[in-house]
């Protein structure tokens, strides 16, 4: 009985041993088949999700911290379709709040492509009308209402100026699609944006220290003085309006370091609303006209035909010139603005009087390859360096090239036949208020990044003149300046400048009605601290320099002593005898 | 007498009761060790998770806290912008100043002050930190740990 027993219990044991193994089997050839496979990665796939991590876009500020560019939170506002319960109510309320009508909002939701579980319905949606979207939404989830199941809304940085057009030209402004474009936005695009980083974001909590830290984009702070900015776009309207202008520009700079303090140009844009660029200009090079449209300067280069003439020993300041009214360079004849001989005059009254054949035959003294090796030392014909996009760097003809004629040297030498722009003008003047140093101008001061800060050293460009004679032009310049009485002085502080009244080349010559008139000036003369360049196109009220670019330079340079807290010489001179 | 006493000493150790009883201590002071293993294991896994969940959803709180913060500050901006200011200005009776108006008064060593943004350029960013093996040490590897580097000092 009991050796039967045992029987019965082996027989027993076997087979249960064999239904184990029997499953183990299975359970091995299931969990290596090719469909555990499928259902591995398929529970992979719900594992997480890959998501792109954008930084935040770096802030612009002023170089006093006021915010220039900033960000602001916005929404997509999209629906999850799995979800969605009633269309009709969800296109309804979508178009009353976003502004679509109902029929496009239930056509997206309705027609959707096949396999799609999501859809945008509307992105960059301010924080105002997702509120009141989420406040609905929550009076439906209390009242067990499904009609907005499946709403949703992913919130995104959104580029922001606080200033709306104030230095447009100089910040330039970044799209949709986070690009940067013109100005600080396009030139520093890579600092600002930082690094998108797209990873594997895991639900399983265990794993939370797989999702990275994304460091914000570098913080940029700029040379520019907002206050002294809005003063100086503001005198420039009034100036375009008052002297009848079409455009014009004008820029502010620390000659003794190239810090640019203020950049204002026409027309401007308000930058929450980049989608007018293109009524507004017709090409990039019209966005910043100070750096980025060249033009043919006029008078406002006989500052830097003097200099070169006095650094290589052509002339002094007492030279002594005959002006006959004309002079022939390279077979053509010169004469002066207003077609007059102006008789004897030494150098002082050859920039007083801004006498074309004055400078025509310094030039001509001085040779092609004097003359040009200088100009070219001013850096005409190059870029300035500045860090800004879109810099034009004008054109210098010099002998050899094509297009260039002996008349050329003459013509060159007082700002016609050679084409600059404003920031060019500004950087070979530099030379001249900075003892012969010449200034890389620039627009940042600082980046801050990871708590760190990084200042931007200045950089000159070289020393195209002597320090003697830098000063000696300085004085020259400062009296002829007082001399003639011009509009552009300041009560109180003694300036340095020029007037430049250049006509405009056509297809069929000179336009002999319209011109571009500038003016550059700098102080307080023995210890210059800010320059001021100011380019007006097209006046109808005066076509001359003086009567219209020299008052402009005076206004910008009294806020300017104002807001740089520059005292008048006599109140400087006792604060520094002391 | 001796011998009789280990007889019957060598007799009751070597008793069946007393073996099937050996076997079943054993067996069941093994399966308390298991629980208890498990249940430490069960307890640790637990509080990493919830560690974790935590760390996750402070995460999303300091996003959300990063967007309130440039928020507002576009918006202080927005309020303090040339244009407001001006405005504001003109309200309460204010007016441009001219070059003549102004008195300069010396202060011996006053030097301009920095502005804030450049004050501020202190380490506030956090640098990427990896979590401490407390949120995601697992059972085994803490022994692991403890063996290797000594000691279960708290």
Redesign the interface.
């Known amino acids: 009985m009991r050796q039967q027993y045992a029987v019965r219990s082996l027989i027993l044991v076997a087979g249960l041993v064999v239904v184990a193994l029997a499953v183990i089997v299975q359970i091995i050839r299931i969990q290596n088949s090719e469909q555990a496979m499928i259902f591995l990665s398929q529970g992979d796939r719900y594992a997480g999700e890959f998501s792109m991590f954008y930084p935040?876009r770096g802030?612009i500020?002023d170089?006093?911290?006021?915010?220039l560019a900033?960000?602001?939170?916005v929404f997509e506002v999209g629906v999850s379709l799995n979800e969605m319960r009633d269309p009709d109510a969800m296109a309804y309320t979508l178009g009353t709040y976003l502004g679509l009508t109902y029929e496009e909002v239930r056509n997206r939701l309705i027609n959707s492509p096949d396999g799609w579980e999501y859809i945008v319905v509307q992105d960059y949606v301010g924080?105002d009308t997702v509120t009141s979207l989420q406040e609905l939404m929550q009076q439906l989830d209390d009242a067990e209402d499904p009609r907005l199941s499946g709403l949703g809304f992913k919130?995104h940085?959104q580029r922001?100026y606080?200033?709306?057009a104030?230095a447009s030209n100089v910040l330039g402004f970044v799209t949709r699609d986070g690009r940067g474009y013109f100005g600080i936005e396009e030139k520093y695009n890579d600092l600002l944006a930082g690094n998108p980083v797209q990873v594997w974001v895991p639900r399983?909590?265990?794993?939370?220290?797989e999702?990275?830290?994304v460091?914000?984009g570098t913080?940029l702070?700029l040379t520019l003085n907002?206050?002294l900015q809005?003063k100086v776009e503001s005198i420039l309207d009034e100036s375009l309006s008052k002297y009848g202008a079409e455009n014009g520009t004008v820029i502010v700079m620390d000659p003794r370091n190239g810090e640019i303090l203020a950049m204002a140009a026409t027309p401007r844009m308000n930058l929450n609303d980049y989608g007018n660029y293109f009524s507004l200009y017709d090409n990039g090079s019209q966005y910043n006209r100070s750096i980025g449209m060249a033009y043919e300067p006029g008078s406002v280069i006989k500052v830097l035909t003097m200099a070169a003439a006095l650094d290589a020993g052509t002339v002094r300041p007492d030279t002594s010139f005959i002006d006959t009214g004309s002079i022939d360079v390279g077979g053509i004849t010169i004469q002066n603005w207003n077609r007059d001989a102006w008789g004897q005059q030494n150098m002082i009254g050859c920039l007083q009087h801004s006498l074309n054949v004055c400078m025509a035959w310094i030039s001509s003294q001085m040779g092609t390859h004097s003359f040009y090796d200088y100009m070219e030392r001013f850096g005409f014909g190059h870029p300035t360096g500045i860090d800004l996009a879109g810099e034009a760097m004008g054109r210098l003809k010099v002998p050899g090239d094509t297009d260039w004629y002996p008349v050329d040297l003459g013509t060159n030498a007082f700002g016609q036949g050679v084409t600059v722009t404003p920031l060019q003008m500004l950087m070979a003047v530099s030379a001249v208020a900075n003892d012969g140093k010449m200034v890389t101008p620039h627009v940042l001061y600082?980046m801050?990044r990871?708590?760190?800060?990084y200042n931007v050293p200045s950089q000159y460009a070289g020393s195209p003149i002597k320090a003697d004679t830098a000063r000696t032009l300085n004085e020259m310049l400062a009296i002829s300046l007082e001399e003639e009485s011009s509009s552009a002085l300041?009560?109180?502080y003694r300036l340095a400048g020029k007037t430049g009244t250049a006509q405009i080349p056509t297809d069929f010559g000179y336009d002999t009605f319209r011109t571009n008139v500038s003016f550059i000036g700098w102080g307080p003369v023995d210890d210059p601290q800010f320059m001021v360049y100011v380019w007006l196109q097209k006046p109808t009220a005066s076509i001359w320099s003086s009567e219209t670019a020299a008052p402009v330079f005076s206004q910008v340079a009294?806020q300017t002593?104002?807001l740089l807290?520059i005292?008048?010489d006599n109140?400087r001179n006792q604060?520094a005898a002391? | 007498m001796q011998a009789q006493a280990t007889q019957i000493t060598h007799a009751y150790k070597q008793a069946p009761w007393r073996v099937q009883r050996q076997w079943v201590g054993a067996f069941l002071l093994a399966l308390i060790g298991i629980a208890m293993i498990a249940a430490l294991y069960l307890d640790v896994t637990a509080r990493a998770a919830m560690a974790g969940r935590e760390i996750q959803e402070l995460r999303f709180e300091i996003t959300a806290i990063q967007r309130a913060n440039a928020d507002l500050e576009t918006e202080l901006a927005d309020m303090t912008s040339t244009a407001a200011m001006q405005r504001r200005a003109l309200e309460l009776g204010y007016r441009p100043v001219k070059p003549g108006e102004l008195d300069y008064v010396p202060v011996p060593g006053f030097s301009a002050p920095e502005p804030a943004i450049l004050l501020a350029a202190e380490d506030t960013v956090p640098h990427d930190q990896s979590l401490p093996p407390e949120y995601s040490q697992s059972l085994i590897e803490w022994f692991d740990e403890r063996i290797k580097f000594g000691g279960f000092q708290p």
Not at chain 1, 63 to 67: S, T, V
Not at chain 1, 70 to 73: I, Q, S
């Open positions: 935040e802030e500020y170089r006093n911290g006021h915010l900033g960000n602001r939170t924080a919130p940085y922001s606080p200033e709306t104030l399983d909590p265990n794993k939370a220290m999702i990275p830290r460091p914000n913080t702070v907002r206050d809005a600082s801050l990871d708590g760190h800060q300041l009560p109180g009294e002593v104002i807290n005292p008048p109140i604060l002391k």
